[in-house]
C-alpha cells in the first residue's frame, strides 16, 4: 500500500502538490490542536511530501514557537527557528536549522508535524 500510493503522490504535478498543500496547511491552520499549541514542529518537505512553510510562516508571526529537525550523528533534535533563520542542507540534503541556530528545544514540543504516505482510521 505504501508503495502505490506513494507512487500516486509522486505522480502529481508540481501545481497539484501546491495547492493540494495549501488547503492541507489551511486546514491544519484552523484546527484546535494548531490554534492551542504554544511549541510546533515541523518537517522540512522535499519531493511530492506536502509543503509547511506557509503553516510554519503562519505560526511563526502568530508569536508560536516553531522547531525544525537537525540531524546529528544518528539522532534528530529540534532547533528554533525564526522568520529569518537560515537554513542548510543537511545529512540527507534536506533543509535544516545550521548548527548557528538557536537551541536544542526537542522536549517543549507540544504539537509536532510529520510527512507521511498512507495513514488509517487507527
Request: glycine residues 4%; charged residues 20%; contains cysteine.
Amino acid at each position: 500500500m505504501r508503495k502505490i500510493m506513494l507512487e500516486k503522490r509522486n505522480s502529481l504535478s508540481p501545481s497539484d502538490i501546491n495547492t493540494r498543500s495549501a488547503a492541507i496547511q489551511q486546514r491544519f491552520a484552523h484546527s484546535d490542536e494548531f490554534k492551542h499549541s504554544r511549541m510546533m514542529a515541523s518537517y522540512y518537505p522535499i519531493g511530492s511530501e506536502v509543503r509547511t512553510q506557509k503553516i510554519v510562516n503562519i505560526a511563526l508571526k502568530s508569536n508560536r514557537l516553531v522547531a525544525l529537525p537537525r540531524t546529528i550523528g544518528n539522532h534528530i533534535r529540534f532547533y528554533r527557528i525564526l522568520l529569518n533563520t537560515n537554513l542548510i542542507a543537511g545529512k540527507f540534503g534536506i533543509k535544516e536549522p545550521s548548527i548557528t541556530s538557536n537551541s536544542c528545544v526537542s522536549d517543549e514540543i507540544d504539537l509536532l508535524l510529520v510527512p507521511g504516505i498512507v495513514f488509517d482510521t487507527n
